[in-house]
């Protein structure tokens, strides 16, 4: 009420000290009422001072009304947060990360499992990522800290670890009430500090940071090394090949002398349109060079089946105690290369299959959870680390099979980019017999905040 009144005040009497001022200035009344125009100019700036402090008492008075809504201090914030609670208290918390899907519910294709989530759970529908690129949101996302307070939170290829092993994370906090933690799939949040040696423990990870479980790719499935990283080891590995990678560009044999896209087009089966055209693996040209590690390299068209079977046994593992599994999907990243069986089900060439490939994953999922009796003890939080993209590197006809899809709902931008379309993403919360179905939600909500 006081707020309202002082608003009130600043309002009309900055409006009226304008108009009144400008008024005695530019009339002969000035000299009657202050003696000279210049006073007449005085009083204006006086009547507007004294507004300027109307102001300020405003913005004190409201400032002081805010702050009762935040915590003022560590022990205050965990006060706080001792309302929520009732939410780890669950048995098991299992977010799904995943980049993109806002195109997901309007490809030409069956996407139902993704939509028996929304459908039978609760949408956000101002749900947003903390940024419109994958390893500052996954940061944001893991600490709960802006990724702009943190100047290595940008893009890695090859980079050592952004996380400091002392910074709170989710799992760390987890670990405390009970909790098993485990990952599968895309990392894209660094490895090691310096230059990092696959040959060997890969340290610091995903292990130092609060997981117990770890079963992931080093940073995305189209930059090298293309191999599995588990609990800091490559999977595979013959330490009779060991593994040399580098991503220096514009000198002499960085592509240790073999193949690569630029120099051998004709081996690749996926053309590069920008920035992928160093080592061939699989016939895709991938960003950066790699030497060795041939047994521990991944099938790329296998990938979805791959990871589904760690999250799988990982859940057989641990069904009887409570656990976080962060499952970061591959798809739709690029190089999208769905599996054979789901090729040409989308009618929008690569994109739109591996889009409905991982809905498929999430289908899996869910059957798994059910099979084993703790579906409903189970909260499933399914939201993306950016906005979509279309043409990311290589030719896949993501653009000229687009038809009438709109993957950024009508939003300016897209993935990198500073408009809407790069940071709002799909955030859905699926908790059976728990969560009303087909709830939704308009609060303001970023992925690292909740």
Not at 145 to 159: D, E, F, L, Q
Not at 331 to 350: A, L
Not at 370 to 378: R, V
Request: charged residues 20%; neutral net charge.
């Amino acid at each position: 009420m006081i707020t309202g009144i002082i608003t009130f005040l600043v309002i009309f009497a900055v409006i009226g000290s304008i108009l009144y001022g400008q008024r005695l200035v530019k009339t002969e009344k000035s000299d009657a009422v202050f003696g000279n125009p210049e006073r007449a100019k005085g009083g204006v700036h006086w009547v507007i001072v004294g507004s300027s402090f109307l102001l300020l008492s405003w913005l004190y008075y409201s400032w002081d009304i805010a702050k009762s809504f935040y915590p003022k201090s560590a022990n205050e914030l965990c006060q706080v947060a001792k309302v929520n609670e009732s939410l780890l208290s669950l048995k098991y918390l299992f977010p799904i990360e995943e980049r993109q899907f806002k195109s997901t519910f309007v490809i030409k294709s069956e996407n139902k499992n993704i939509d028996k989530l929304a459908n039978e759970g609760m949408r956000f529908n101002n749900g947003y990522a903390s940024s419109a690129t994958c390893s500052p949101s996954r940061y944001a996302l893991l600490t709960g800290t802006y990724p702009w307070r943190n100047p290595r939170a940008k893009i890695i290829t090859g980079g050592s670890l952004i996380i400091d092993t002392t910074e709170m994370t989710i799992p760390k906090f987890l670990k405390t009430k009970g909790y098993h933690t485990g990952i599968v799939g895309k990392w894209h949040l660094g490895l090691g500090s310096g230059k990092i040696d696959y040959n060997g423990n890969i340290t610091p990870g995903p292990n130092q940071v609060g997981f117990d479980y770890s079963h992931i790719m080093a940073d995305t499935q189209d930059r090298v090394p293309s191999v599995y990283i588990e609990n800091g080891y490559v999977v595979n590995l013959d330490p009779n090949d060991p593994i040399e990678v580098n991503f220096t560009h514009n000198k002499e044999k960085n592509d240790y002398g073999l193949p690569t896209g630029l120099k051998n087009p004709e081996l690749t089966t996926m053309k590069w349109h920008h920035g992928h055209n160093g080592s061939i693996v699989n016939g895709v040209p991938r960003i950066g060079y790699m030497k060795g590690g041939e047994n521990a390299k991944w099938s790329d068209i296998d990938m979805a089946d791959h990871f589904l079977k760690k999250v799988q046994d990982y859940i057989k593992e641990n069904k009887d105690k409570p656990f976080f599994l962060y499952y970061a999907l591959q798809q739709p990243h690029v190089p999208r290369t769905p599996h054979p069986r789901f090729e040409g089900k989308s009618g929008m060439g690569p994109r739109g299959d591996v889009i409905i490939e991982a809905d498929w994953c999430v289908g899996e999922l869910y059957k798994t959870l059910e099979s084993y009796g703790i579906l409903e003890n189970t909260l499933i939080i399914f939201t993306s680390d950016n906005g979509p993209v279309l043409n990311d590197g290589y030719y896949d006809d993501a653009v000229e099979k687009l038809g009438e899809h709109t993957p950024t709902g009508g939003l300016r931008g897209g993935k990198y980019s500073l408009f809407e379309a790069g940071s709002k993403v799909p955030f859905i919360a699926y908790w059976k017999g728990r969560i009303k179905p087909n709830a939704v939600s308009y609060t303001h909500l970023r992925a690292h905040e909740t």
